[in-house]
């Protein structure tokens, strides 16, 4: 079964720091572009960030350049998010989720169950 | 970043209607466009990406259509299951989504 399963999420006070974790299985996961998207609570879908099969390609969305840093282990079947510098509008929902073809730019075919990330004193 | 419009943020509807979700563009995406089902508290599924290919075991009650900047998303017999909220998301650029439509039940 195709599969992403994210875990590391938490409380967190703000201007701290974690580490998220998304575990692909049932697919090669060396093949794909890999992304997370969030959902703060009651609100829609912000793409966060995404990454190449080799890892060396990484794009981010504005309000996150400079504070998180994407990353993959393909060794491992892992996706990362390393989260510094939390604000409260951080507070979300993580999924991580598959590009649906092994091209950059494309819709999201498989998705985590997410994992809760709150900012919060 | 390339914004996305949808409309109606919601509306109510009873089993069986037609019903037409609309996504614009505020530039062109060719057909660069993809739209997704969300249930409350669950990860959203995709239903078509390509602006109007469906997505491998959606049903076929599902249709998409349009390019450039206009989009809809067609559900020809709305079903029990189909309540739910919809997202379009451009991949022209790098990707951001529609605000979401409710679908209610009337």
């Known amino acids: 079964e195709v599969q992403l399963v994210e875990s590391g999420g938490g409380l967190v006070q703000p201007g701290g720091s974690l580490r998220l974790s998304c575990a692909a299985s049932?697919?090669?996961?060396?093949?794909?572009?890999m992304s997370w998207v969030r959902q703060a609570p009651g609100k829609g879908l912000e793409w966060v960030a995404n990454i190449k099969q080799d890892g060396s390609e990484k794009y981010y969305v504005d309000s996150v350049k400079g504070r998180f840093t994407i990353s993959r282990d393909n060794a491992k079947n892992s996706l990362y998010l390393q989260m510094n510098s939390l604000r409260a509008e951080d507070t979300a929902v993580y999924y991580c989720a598959r590009d649906r073809s092994s091209y950059s730019n494309d819709a999201f075919d498989i998705w985590g169950q997410g994992t809760m990330v709150t900012v919060s004193s | 970043a390339i914004r996305m419009t949808q409309s109606p943020s919601s509306f109510s509807a009873s089993t069986g209607d037609r019903v037409t979700i609309t996504c614009r563009a505020s530039?062109?995406?060719?057909?660069?466009l993809a739209w997704y089902q969300q249930k409350p508290g669950k990860a959203p599924k995709l239903l078509i990406y390509?602006?109007?290919t469906l997505q491998s075991g959606v049903p076929s009650r599902f249709s998409g259509s349009g390019s450039g900047t206009d989009f809809t998303l067609t559900i020809s017999c709305l079903q029990s299951e189909d309540f739910a909220t919809y997202y379009c998301?451009?991949?022209?650029?790098?990707?951001?989504f529609g605000q979401g439509t409710k679908v209610e039940i009337k």
């Open positions: 998301q451009q991949y022209y650029s790098y990707p951001t």
């Open positions: 390509a602006a109007s």
């Open positions: 530039q062109g995406i060719s057909s660069y």
């Open positions: 049932g697919f090669t996961f060396s093949s794909y572009w």
